[in-house]
T-cell receptor, first 114, second 106 residues
Framework: GAVVSQHPSWVICKSGTSVKIECRSLDFQATTMFWYRQFPKQSLMLMATSNEGSKATYEQGVEKDKFLINHASLTLSTLTVTSAHPEDSSFYICSATDRNTEAFFGQGTRLTVV | EDQVTQSPEALRLQEGESSSLNCSYTVSGLRGLFWYRQDPGKGPEFLFT???AGEEKEKERLKATLTKKESFLHITAPKPEDSATYLC???????FGTGTRLTIIP
């Protein structure tokens, strides 16, 4: 299957700082990338959908000014958690698709805000 | 609004004991039902896509089937390494169920 690389795999940051998570499609051009959040023992909750070259579409209840998403190229999308607080601690996962195939997922990023 | 319900929430099986996981769904225009496997602390790993009722797909000990309202993931003679959470999803934006946490006991 296609490879999606997510970096970093884990990060610890201080409350009030910003954290950037990268999602790269390594062997295909991802026209669409999705960002999810997952709490322990719960399923993936879609945060936003980003299409290359356009603004991300956020799900209801997701603060777009807090979770900045950039999809500047066909192989890279970034999620920046701005002014992070302990309640933002979670597992963040990206997925990528070229719309002709199923979505492939990154390995996830464990964010801990202290 | 797309909805996915998976059952059971958790399942413990002895090694070699076959069983099935259920995924019931409602979706406005099925563009595929997807099965993923997720290990703790990792992203989901793609298993199958099913597009139309009656379709079946197999991979090693797993077989996925699809009807108009639900999908089953059958696991035959499972091994401990099959222990994971199995997720199904539907829709263009991949609406996920809460998953079935499968544990295979040696």
């Amino acid at each position: 299957g296609a490879v999606v690389s997510q970096h970093p795999s884990w990060v610890i940051c201080k409350s009030g700082t910003s954290v950037k998570i990268e999602c790269r499609s390594l062997d295909f051009q991802a026209t669409t990338m999705f960002w999810y959040r997952q709490f322990p023992k719960q399923s993936l909750m879609l945060m936003a959908t980003s299409n290359e070259g356009s603004k991300a579409t956020y799900e209801q209840g997701v603060e777009k000014d807090k979770f900045l998403i950039n999809h500047a190229s066909l192989t890279l999308s970034t999620l920046t958690v701005t002014s992070a607080h302990p309640e933002d601690s979670s597992f963040y996962i990206c997925s990528a698709t070229d719309r002709n195939t199923e979505a492939f997922f990154g390995q996830g990023t464990r964010l801990t805000v202290v | 609004e797309d909805q996915v319900t998976q059952s059971p929430e958790a399942l413990r099986l002895q090694e070699g004991e076959s069983s099935s996981l259920n995924c019931s769904y409602t979706v406005s225009g099925l563009r595929g039902l997807f099965w993923y496997r997720q290990d703790p602390g990792k992203g989901p790993e793609f298993l199958f896509t099913l597009y139309s009722a009656g379709e079946e797909k197999e991979k090693e000990r797993l077989k996925a089937t699809l009807t108009k309202k639900e999908s089953f993931l059958h696991i035959t003679a499972p091994k401990p390494e099959d222990s994971a959470t199995y997720l199904c999803a539907v829709g263009e934006k991949l609406t996920f169920g809460t998953g079935t946490r499968l544990t295979i006991i040696p």
